[in-house]
């Protein structure tokens, strides 16, 4: 059974920081890709950026050059440095990862962005 538990969520103010972490149950080297989405309020959920086993990743415009995704194989997870941070950041954040067809969810993290 796959299992995502995502960390690092909270407050902060608008210019800030926060590093979101995912951990993955089994080696992240097994998943086909693995990547963070966002839901604000009201909103539908959007992706945030994705890895790939191979490496590509891609990022939605909105947070380009602002956040970053890596793996961390040491600790089976997949951080999200974010930077800059907007009130237009604000959502709950999911980890998701695909396997085998199937995408798998964590429970989210809030991240609220205040200005």
């Known amino acids: 059974q796959v299992q995502l538990v995502e960390s690092g969520g909270g407050l902060v103010q608008a210019g800030g920081s926060l590093r979101l972490s995912c951990a993955a149950s089994?080696?992240?080297?097994?998943?086909?890709?693995m990547g963070w989405y966002r839901q604000a309020p009201g909103k539908q959920r959007e992706l945030v950026a994705h890895?790939?086993?191979?490496?590509?990743?891609n990022y939605a415009d909105s947070v380009k050059g602002r956040f970053t995704i890596s793996r961390d194989y040491n600790t089976n997870s997949i951080l999200l440095q974010m930077t800059i941070l907007k009130p237009e950041d604000t959502a709950i954040y999911y980890c998701?990862?695909?396997?085998?067809?199937?995408?798998?969810w964590g429970q989210g993290t809030q991240v609220t962005v205040s200005s």
């Open positions: 998701t990862a695909h396997l085998n067809g199937v995408d798998y």
């Open positions: 089994g080696s992240i080297y097994s998943y086909d890709r």
């Open positions: 890895v790939v086993r191979g490496g590509y990743v």
